[in-house]
């Protein structure tokens, strides 16, 4: 296969998972927050603290990955040795993503170290601790109750000095509170609320990514070296834009 085969057969693939995804975010706007996958700059940033941490093999945990921006450059940045656990609830995007994994290219020997989990991440059992959580998912569509389960869950699963990297579209708090009702807009404010206590506690850095469509901006949480939970602990980073 020449290179411009192989581009034209990529260019297609991304087209129809641009489809896939646009029909699923209309089917289930509760879990799936928006209406096009992230783009490879928001992927990058998403990803870079398996990069901090090359050459070293590590336990890798996406959650809400999609139809799988994300997970292409996870599984091109992963060390050999590493494992990847994907979770996605799902259905569509769960095939697609053990589809994506099977053709990978240069994925033979790291095949039996990935694997996707179709269900939520409150469902997962595991003895497992991960280095890095990467989450994709839209924490805006959720309740407090909801988010403030998924990250407790996501800290219990992290090995102590582990981090999680999660985004949020620019603004669109804003928008959501002068185009809805009173009650969903209260929702959003306890949102935000509830993460920011959590951006207090464990937050080592937040960047802007002005070229992804929407912007977005990346969150980057520790869990602490020395204890499970910390009152108060380590102050945030000052706000870096890219």
């Known amino acids: 296969m020449n290179e411009s085969t192989t581009h034209i057969r990529a260019r297609t693939q991304r087209s129809t998972e641009g489809w896939t995804f646009l029909v699923e975010s209309i089917r289930n706007h509760r879990t799936v ?96 601790r991960y280095d890095v959580i990467v989450s994709g998912l839209p924490f805006s569509n959720l309740s407090p109750r909801q988010v403030e389960e998924i990250m407790d869950r996501y800290l219990d699963l992290l090995r102590p000095g582990g981090t999680l990297t999660y985004f949020s579209y620019c603004g669109s708090r804003w928008v959501r509170a002068f185009l ?47 204890a499970v939970n910390v009152s108060g602990g380590s102050a945030v980073q000052p706000h870096l834009s890219r």
């Open 33 to 128: 927050g928006s209406i096009a996958p992230s783009g490879t700059s928001l992927a990058k940033l998403l990803t870079d603290p398996l990069l901090e941490r090359a050459p070293r093999s590590a336990n890798v945990l996406e959650v809400g990955a999609g139809t799988g921006s994300v997970t292409r450059v996870l599984l091109s940045r992963i060390p050999r040795g590493s494992r990847l656990d994907i979770v996605e609830a799902n259905d569509q995007f769960a095939a697609h993503l053990r589809r994506l994994v099977r053709s990978h290219p240069n994925l033979l020997e790291k095949q039996e170290r990935v694997r996707v989990h179709n269900m939520f991440v409150e469902q997962l059992s595991t003895d497992r």
């Open 180 to 226: 809805t009702s009173r009650p969903e807009a209260r929702r959003q404010r306890e949102v935000k609320g509830l993460l920011n206590r959590y951006h207090q506690q464990y937050a080592i850095g937040c960047w802007t990514v002005w070229g992804n469509l929407p912007p977005a901006q990346v969150w980057q949480l520790r869990r602490p070296i020395d």
